[in-house]
């Protein structure tokens, strides 16, 4: 399994898109996560992150996901996240 960092892509979505998306794909109750990457952006990173992206960190801790698909070059610092990109 793959986490794909589609944060950037939110703005172009259409209601298929949307509807698509609540039919076929994992919707997660993320309040746990948030609150662990609140931890991790007080204390288990000291390079600074974005917040969001701490988010992704615990939900693909959480998930047992390794892989993430993003443009964010701070993720390569991290030797338990594998990044794809191009």
Excluded: Q, W
């Excluded at 609540?22 to 662990?36: A, F, G, H, Q």
């Excluded at 992704?56 to 990109?85: N, P, Q, T, V």
């Amino acid at each position: 399994m793959i986490f794909l960092d589609v944060s950037f892509l939110i703005s172009l979505f259409t209601k298929e898109d949307y509807d698509y998306m609540n039919d076929n794909l994992m919707i997660v109750d993320d309040k746990r996560n948030y609150d662990e990457a609140m931890k991790k952006v007080k204390k288990d990173y000291p390079v600074r992150i974005p917040f969001f992206n701490c988010v992704y960190m615990a939900l693909m801790e959480d998930l047992g996901i390794s892989k993430i698909a993003s443009f964010y070059e701070h993720f390569d610092d991290r030797k338990e996240i594998i990044r794809i990109h191009y």
